[in-house]
């Protein structure tokens, strides 16, 4: 297991590479806030994602669209005030780089300065080709997101696993050497074939990182929340759990409720 270590370098997009490089496996979690991002960077993660997944565990939306620029600085804040060690990568939300390239690079920017991320991450290929080139140009490094894109839920139609057929599997590894040629430093693949997913980490040169996308990626990333088992109604065959803490916060808030309810709380070490 490890542990934060105050002489360990930090995280860059670099040492990612290098990671791949040598075979050691890159750990991401996602992070939308203050508290919770110190435990993350103090165990020792290698990549905080500030994903817009927010929109799903923080707010409660169906889909990650209804998700704003502004929200996600404002988490994004939060984590980067947290994080000394680990690489900061925060999702550019649904609306804010698909309308063209100038406005990718406009939101791009607006994150970078106003949240103090030290990436962005975008979601598909081709289609952002000249976001991504612009963006780069700007300085700003990006991680892609292939496969299950569920910025684009309302095209896919329901979150099954894609790129099981072969023309969607072949424009995947496309899309991937792209990103990987344009000059971003890593990529996301979400719910793919294992085998697929092999491929393109074994073709190209950046390190990739896996939800649901199989063991043979250079990286594994889950949504917080689903692995601390904090929801519970959401239980993909990729997920594994670490925690029950659904079970054990509501315990502990109807203790509470029980405590107060008797007068047992607060007692006369606790008064002044
Ligand atoms: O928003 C998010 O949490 C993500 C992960 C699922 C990779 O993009």
Redesign the pocket.
């Given at each position: 297991m490890s542990s934060y270590n105050e002489n360990l370098r930090t995280v860059t997009t670099q040492r990612l590479m290098e990671m791949k490089q040598r075979g050691e496996k890159i750990s991401m979690l996602?992070a939308y806030d203050y508290s919770t991002a110190i435990i993350l960077d103090k165990a020792g993660i290698d990549v905080v994602?500030v994903?817009?997944?927010a929109g799903n565990v923080m707010a409660g939306h169906t889909t990650?669209l209804p998700v704003t620029l502004d929200q996600m600085i404002w988490y994004a804040q939060a984590v980067r005030r947290a994080v000394k060690r680990a690489l900061v990568v925060v999702?550019l939300p649904f609306g804010s780089y698909q309308g063209n390239s100038k406005e990718a690079v406009h939101s791009a920017i607006r994150m970078m300065k106003e949240s103090g991320a030290d990436a962005i991450?975008i979601e598909g290929g081709l289609e952002i080709k000249e976001s991504v080139e612009r963006i780069l140009s700007a300085g700003i490094p990006i991680m892609g997101?292939l496969g299950l894109t569920p910025q684009s839920i309302n095209k896919f139609g329901s979150y099954a696993v894609r790129a099981k057929d072969e023309v969607e599997a072949k424009k995947l590894v496309e899309d991937a050497r792209l990103l990987a040629d344009l000059g971003c430093f890593g990529i996301?693949l979400?719910k793919i074939p294992a085998v697929l997913a092999k491929q393109v980490t074994e073709e190209i040169s950046i390190p990739t990182i896996s939800?649901g996308a199989g063991p043979y990626t250079d990286g594994q990333?889950l949504?917080l929340h689903d692995m601390l088992g904090i929801n519970k109604d959401f239980s993909p065959r990729f997920l594994r759990r670490y925690a029950n803490l659904h079970d054990e916060i509501l315990e502990a808030i109807e203790h509470y409720i029980q405590d107060v309810k008797s007068g047992d709380f607060p007692n006369e070490k606790e008064s002044y």
């Open positions: 996602t994602l994903g817009d997944s990650t999702d991450k997101h996301v979400e939800i990333v949504v």
